[in-house]
């Protein structure tokens, strides 16, 4: 979560699609921004992505490249109910 806008309480989200290769890494280059409420979550989501390792897919027992549409959301959830999602 960009630290600015978490300090001034701004929530919000980012639609974007990529590929997750046969590796499970993203390929940064197919990053694609379809909605974003701020540039500042448009970084923290591709920094992110950079960063994740997913499960490849298969078709006929071969690990494929697979194009993914997510939802990413920003929301500021008080530190007790954080607490008790955790548990």
């Known amino acids: 979560y960009p630290q600015e806008l978490m300090a ?3 929530e919000g989200m980012v ?3 990529y590929v997750v290769d ?3 890494q993203v390929d940064t280059t197919t990053i694609r921004v379809l ?3 701020d540039p500042r979550f448009t970084h ?3 920094e992110a992505l950079r960063l994740s390792r997913f ?3 298969k078709r006929a027992g ?3 490249r697979q194009l993914v549409e997510q939802k ?3 929301k500021i959830v008080p530190p007790e109910e954080f607490a008790k999602q955790v548990s």
């Open 15 to 17: 639609q974007a699609t």
């Open 55 to 57: 499960r490849p897919a």
């Open 22 to 24: 046969t590796t499970g």
């Open 35 to 37: 909605q974003s409420d």
């Open 44 to 46: 923290s989501v591709r």
């Open 8 to 10: 001034i309480g701004l």
């Open 72 to 74: 990413f959301r920003f």
């Open 62 to 64: 071969k690990t494929v």
